[in-house]
């Protein structure tokens, strides 16, 4: 049985993990390569990397962090933050990355997703989606939640699937940061619109979060980053207590041969 | 010296370092007459089955020599759909033919009518009972999820059908990564089978034949396991 993924965020500022609450305030959380080996150990299923203020001057230095990471773990590593262009997916993807995550470049320019999704296949181009509630809708908001759009959340994730995306990364603006729980009406809207597996994204706060978000939910996977980073709830620990309640998982157990 | 044959299907920097990370010594060839020393072949590949129409009449005459001396062939993902006959995705493309049948689609065989959307039947601006998406607030439930999505994307456990080389080691129900659409039949040749609506061969071994539908240098441990035992059988052939 395909199992719920658990996906651990790094967001990197300036080749450090750092971490903020409703995208702003951040504060450092540790090294990438050495969290992502410890999540490795722990079980951790996919590593997500969001470089959270990234320009063009640092695609190097994203280059370096990415590489640092895919030389220490052998698990599915996805990149964003900060890709515009073709060649800034070129250039993540050289640098070890086996998937881009896309968000306002992709609101800006949609065919991109296609584009990339010709070069590198789709199972390569996840599009991110930051929606925050408006009245009875989820909007969509870019540049790192800082300005709206007139897109809804769900008629976006369909139209990005039809280009070509083989993944939707979910991020509740208003659940970000908070560890109130992930927005699951949010969630299961968008999953139950597409076909390709959605990640849930912002609000992770306790394991119960992760079992709702699960069922109610729809997710596909589940993404947090402070709920691991303070080493407070360790993946392992997760994966039990998800399984314990019939939610198909990977336990570490299962990888140590 | 392995040859990682580069096709210019999807990136191969994964690859590349999880091979050296098992001290495999390998490189790219730039010509099919490289082949002619090559101790082992890999085809690895991700994405569309019409790529590999690139391993044209020179690259496939060149492999077929490389197993008539005995140097093992891998392929990975498309690269194991490769070595079949062919797949729907790309019906004028022909695999190489080393093993018997035909790849398919995965929601082609997964039963319908469970919610599932085909890409680009809808507007997208509308829920199919006419709503507003934007405003449909799902029912509450204990389901996993609403239907098998395609690709399938993620972890999923292997079983095996016989004791082979490739899973030396490998505990039944191991999970490993995949990525991927298409995927091959069960078949005689089958190493691993993996269940995603359908059983499909997650692996297959047959002599010096030999692939994997998952990524292995994208499942951890286990995948790296698998690597090496891949290495063994070529180190001893």
Known sequence: ?257 | MIALVDYGAGNLTSVRKALAHIGAEFWTPADPAELVRARAVIVPGVGHFDATARLDATWRDAIRAALARSAPLFGICVGLQWLFEGSTEAPGVAGLGVIAGTCTRLAESIASGTGDREPGTEDGLQSPDGRDPENRIPVPGSRLSTALKVPHVGWNSLSFPRPSRLFEGIPEGTQVYFTHSYAAPVVPATAAITTYGVAFSAAVEDGLVSGVQFHPEKSGDAGLRILKNWLSHVESA
């Open chain 1, 1 to 257: 049985m395909l199992s719920k993924r658990i996906i651990a965020c790094l967001d990197v500022r300036d080749g450090r993990v750092v971490k903020g609450i409703n995208f702003e305030g951040l504060r450092e959380a540790g090294d990438p390569a050495e969290l992502a080996r410890r999540y490795n150990v722990e079980g951790i299923d996919e590593i997500v990397i969001l470089d959270v203020t990234a320009t063009i001057e640092s695609r190097q230095a994203r280059a370096h962090t990415i590489s640092a990471v895919a030389h220490e773990i052998f698990l599915p590593l996805c990149v964003g933050g900060g890709i515009r262009t073709e060649e800034d997916a070129a250039a993540a993807i050289e640098a070890g990355a086996d998937k881009v995550s896309l968000n306002t470049a992709a609101l800006q320019n949609p065919a991109i997703i296609t584009t990339l999704a010709n070069r590198y296949g789709s199972q390569a181009v996840v599009v991110a989606i930051d929606a925050k509630r408006q009245g009875g809708r989820f909007a969509v908001y870019v540049r790192s939640g800082q300005a709206e759009t007139p897109r809804g959340a769900v008629d976006w994730a369909r139209e990005a699937a039809d280009r070509g995306a083989g993944e939707i990364l979910l991020t509740s603006i208003d659940r970000d940061g908070t560890r109130s729980g992930f927005d699951c009406e949010l969630t299961a809207a968008v999953s139950s619109a597409v076909n390709i597996p959605v990640i849930a994204s912002g609000g992770a706060g306790s394991f119960e979060h992760f079992a709702e978000v699960f069922t109610a939910g729809l997710a596909d996977a589940a993404l947090a980053a402070s709920i691991f980073h303070f080493n407070e709830h360790s993946v392992e620990e997760l994966k039990q207590y998800l399984a314990a309640r019939q939610i198909p998982v990977r336990l570490p157990a299962s990888t140590r041969t």
